[in-house]
């Protein structure tokens, strides 16, 4: 079998934390898969959090009105691109599998990382108008989210009060994983490791382990395909008419944003559709 590329995207001030621990489980476990195993520590490069002009090198094509989305789209078509995102470039396009590592910051991701995001994924390279989702430019590769959180798991079910996880991972997994293609794997959640026993973040450490060992060929979360789209200006980029009419009678809406008004899918962000038989595309 060819050699697998696996990036790991690294989002902790410190080389003691548990964050770092779960990072090193990850690369020592893969690497002794056979994979090759690539880390951007961020923190430690000083990535820039900040979309800004000095991002393009050479002229705006605007300079009275300067629109990042834009500018950053012809840099990158033009090889204008600050050579920090143009190395995350490479190694976005050499991976089969990234891997996103991270304390639960505001229901999110820390700054930093919000900050690759908006400066590596630029238009053109990670999406366009007509290639997004299941159509996206990274449809071929998997991502998932390996974070850290403050609150035990209880506080973010649907009763608890956080509010339903799903929902707090729509706007990452859906929003910007998988805008840009990415099929995303269920998210390892590892509840509140500071407030818990040594013997507990063990075992974390050890389920993590365990999980690495086949996660390059687990299913992805269920997500509605383009295909169920009108994908016109015309149509509104909304659900096909016989779409809607096929799921009124079906319990739960597609998925925890296309909701339908209805009750929404029970793990929609947090299982894939094998582990749980309530993908109401079926
Ligand atoms: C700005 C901000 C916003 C936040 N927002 C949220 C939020 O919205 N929701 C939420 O739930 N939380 C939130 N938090 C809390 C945050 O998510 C947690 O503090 C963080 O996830 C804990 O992970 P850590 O790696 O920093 O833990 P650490 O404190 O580094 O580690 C926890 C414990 O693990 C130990 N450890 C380290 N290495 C190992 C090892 N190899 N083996 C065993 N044990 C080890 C450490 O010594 C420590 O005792 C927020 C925090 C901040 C600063």
């Known amino acids: 079998m060819?050699?697998?590329?696996?990036?790991i995207v690294f989002a902790h001030q410190s080389a003691a934390s548990f964050n770092a621990a779960l990072r090193d489980a990850a690369v020592q476990e893969l690497t002794d898969q056979g994979c090759r195993v690539t880390v951007?520590?961020?923190y430690a490069m000083k990535f820039r959090s900040s979309a800004t002009q000095d991002d393009i090198i050479g002229e705006l094509k605007n300079p009275d009105l300067f629109q990042?989305?834009?500018?950053?789209?012809h840099a990158w078509m033009e090889g204008r691109l600050s050579?920090?995102?143009t190395a995350e470039q490479r190694k976005v396009e050499e991976a089969q599998l990234i891997i996103f590592q991270f304390p639960l910051y505001w229901f999110s991701v820390p700054a930093i990382l919000k900050g690759w995001f908006d400066r590596v994924l630029t238009q053109g390279f990670a999406f366009t108008l007509q290639n997004m989702y299941s159509?996206?430019?990274f449809k071929d590769k998997k991502a998932v989210l390996s974070f850290t959180t403050g609150a035990a798991e209880t506080m973010f079910q649907p009763d608890g009060i956080n509010g339903d996880i799903n929902v707090t991972l729509w706007p990452l997994q859906h929003g910007i994983l998988h805008?840009?293609?990415f099929q995303v794997l269920a998210p390892q959640i590892f509840w509140s490791p500071a407030h818990c026993p040594a013997a507990a973040r063990l075992q974390m450490l050890e389920g993590w382990r365990a999980r690495l060992r086949g996660l390059l060929t687990e299913t992805p979360l269920a997500?509605?395909?383009c295909e169920l789209f009108d994908l016109s200006f015309q149509g509104g980029f909304t659900l096909r008419p016989a779409v809607k009419e096929q799921q009124e009678t079906r319990p739960f809406g597609i998925s925890t944003g296309h909701h339908l008004g209805k009750p929404l899918p029970p793990n929609n962000q947090t299982k894939a559709p094998s582990e749980d038989s309530t993908d109401s595309r079926k």
């Open 2 to 7: 060819a050699q697998k590329a696996v990036l």
């Open 223 to 225: 997500s509605a395909p």
């Open 135 to 137: 159509g996206g430019a």
């Open 68 to 73: 990042y989305g834009e500018e950053t789209m």
């Open 179 to 181: 805008f840009c293609g």
């Open 83 to 85: 050579d920090d995102i």
């Open 40 to 42: 951007s520590d961020l």
